[in-house]
């Protein structure tokens, strides 16, 4: 079964909007949570992460949104730029578990000039 | 530094044949996943290894095993290939499973196709 939901399955942005993805989680073990982004052709590169013990980590035009009671995140991308048109995956981990990842299905994020 | 690099980067085989794929780690980096791809889907885990042991293995059949050498590198083998097998195929590298932060580094993967 799909551990993490990713929504939406793509979405387009105006140049200077905001894109904002979401993902749930049931696993309560998952203490790490990375947001990929991957180009056509190549692989997942990692783009910025959260652990649970804080509700929002921010990264450049990137942010983290985590509520924790919800078992759910979100990345937010500020001022969206055509370079930033890509999949983008969530993801989430456990120590306990050697850190397997569990990823979501992707949203395919396009950037409209 | 070089990142993790796979080999090779493309390959076809046809149903019942094998196939093995390639990688190296980022230096420094004893612990090597492999991951599935299907077109249009998010990655599945298939075999994490550190200091050449097997630390876990997702659900894949038996036709799929895997090995780490000892210089780290690590070989991802496919027995009697279907055509459901065709897939990006990625290598990820971290530091360890355990005292890490869990981050995991991707390579480019090798893209199968399976006719």
């Known amino acids: 079964q799909q551990q993490v939901k990713q929504s939406p399955q793509s979405l387009i942005v105006q140049k200077g909007g905001i894109s904002i993805i979401n993902c749930a989680y049931e696993?309560?073990?998952?203490?790490?949570f990375p947001w990929y982004q991957q180009f056509p052709g190549k692989g997942p590169a990692l783009l910025i992460a959260?652990?649970?013990?804080?509700s929002e980590k921010k990264e450049g035009r990137f942010t983290i949104s985590f509520n924790k009671s919800a078992k759910q995140f979100s990345l937010h991308i500020m001022d969206s730029q055509p370079g930033d048109s890509a999949t983008y995956f969530c993801a989430a981990s456990a120590r306990s578990n050697d850190y397997k990842l569990s990823f979501g299905a992707g949203t395919t994020v396009t950037v409209r000039a | 530094d070089a990142g993790v690099t796979q080999s090779p980067t493309h390959l076809i085989k046809t149903r019942g044949q094998q196939v093995t794929l390639r990688c190296s780690p980022i230096s420094g980096h004893k612990s090597v996943s492999w991951y599935q791809q299907v077109l249009g889907q998010g990655p599945q885990f298939i075999f994490q290894y550190y200091e050449k042991e097997e630390r876990g293995r997702g659900n894949f059949p038996d036709r799929f095993s895997a090995r780490q050498f000892p210089n780290y590198s690590s070989e991802l083998n496919v027995n009697a290939l279907l055509l459901g097998d065709s897939a990006l195929y990625l290598c990820a590298s971290s530091l360890s499973p355990t005292r890490g932060t869990g981050e995991l580094f991707f390579g480019e993967g090798s893209r199968l196709t399976v006719l």
């Open positions: 959260i652990r649970p013990d804080v």
């Open positions: 696993n309560t073990a998952f203490d790490y």
